[in-house]
Structures are given as structure tokens and as C-alpha cells.
């Protein structure tokens, strides 16, 4: 039994949600959002609040149960408030600045790797050393993330590279003589 999807999802205030078929739909103050729903889930609206749960009790069903549930309530968040990921960049000479849309990446290669961003996503750079990644959907800010951060990621001996806000990075020990 899914205890993620057995609980009901309350739409937001300011936020509209409709079920058509397998699609449900959420604009909200920050844009709009779809999601299509694997046929093995049933989907239901009634008074403000989607109800998920699995067409029978096979265990692809029950697998897709949860999932989904998780996936209309980031398309619920995301229209609503948004999602944000912060990188910080460590190393001496590494750092970060923006170039109009774009990101200007120095990480100690020959030349600066510049990052474009995708449609709906913002980059933004604080400080030297920050990078902001937002937009409404939470996939696409973690796959940008993810993209900024393997061009340099941190390495165990010093620590410099590219990582995630908060993320601690295992250091190990140099070589002894």
C-alpha cells in the first residue's frame, strides 16, 4: 500500500487545477503546468482536492500509484511558488558571472564555459561564487543544476569544484612521505 499515494492533494488558493482523461492541468500565478498520468492510475477531482489510486492491484499500478502523486503535487507547488536550487563554486580563481540570459562559467579549463539557460528556467548570480537556478519546474531546476555542476565536480583532496548549497563533499587524506 502506498502511503504516498493513498493521501488526498488539496489544490492551492490561487491555483486552478482541472482532469481531463489522463491529463491534469495547474496554472497558477507563476505560469502553467501539464502532467499526463500512466493509464494504470485513476485520477479524480472533486471539491478542491485530486484523489490518486491505482486502476487494479498489479504491481506496475502500485508502482505508478505513488509517483504520480508526487509529480501533480510538484506541478501544483511549482505553479504556485516555484522551485529554486543554489550552487556555490569553491577553488581559487573559480567563479561565476552572468552574460545577458547566460552563465560564464571560470573553473580552471583553458577557456570559459558558457551555459545557456533553457526555456523556463532563470540563472541568476548573486556572488562571484553562487549560482541561483529557478523556475516551475522542479525536473527541469534539478537537471540544470545537475548539468552546471558536472562541468566541475568537487573533487575529494581539495574540495574545489562546483557543488550543491549545503551538499558536503568526503575529503580524504593526501599521500605521506
Not at 25 to 54: H, M, Q, R, W, Y
Request: glycine fraction near 12%; include cysteine.
Amino acid at each position: 500500500m502506498s502511503r504516498i499515494g493513498k493521501r488526498p492533494l488539496a489544490v492551492p488558493q490561487g491555483v486552478t487545477a482541472t482532469v481531463d482523461g489522463q491529463t491534469v492541468t495547474a496554472k497558477g500565478p507563476k505560469g502553467e503546468l501539464k502532467f499526463v498520468v500512466n493509464d494504470e492510475v485513476l485520477i479524480k477531482l472533486d471539491n478542491g482536492e485530486i484523489s490518486v489510486e491505482p486502476r487494479d492491484e498489479s504491481k506496475d499500478a502500485r508502482s505508478k500509484w505513488g509517483m504520480s502523486r508526487s509529480q501533480i503535487e510538484n506541478i501544483l507547488i511549482g505553479v504556485k511558488d516555484g522551485f529554486e536550487r543554489k550552487l556555490e563554486i569553491q577553488g581559487v580563481g573559480y567563479r561565476a558571472a552572468m552574460q545577458g540570459k547566460n552563465i560564464q562559467l571560470s573553473l580552471g579549463f583553458s577557456h570559459e564555459v558558457v551555459y545557456e539557460a533553457p526555456e523556463g528556467i532563470t540563472l541568476a548570480c548573486p556572488k562571484p561564487t553562487e549560482i541561483s537556478v529557478t523556475g516551475i519546474d522542479k525536473q527541469k531546476v534539478g537537471q540544470v543544476a545537475a548539468e552546471i555542476r558536472e562541468y566541475r565536480q568537487p573533487e575529494p583532496y581539495k574540495g574545489k569544484g562546483v557543488r550543491y548549497a549545503g551538499e558536503k563533499v568526503f575529503r580524504k587524506e593526501g599521500k605521506k612521505k
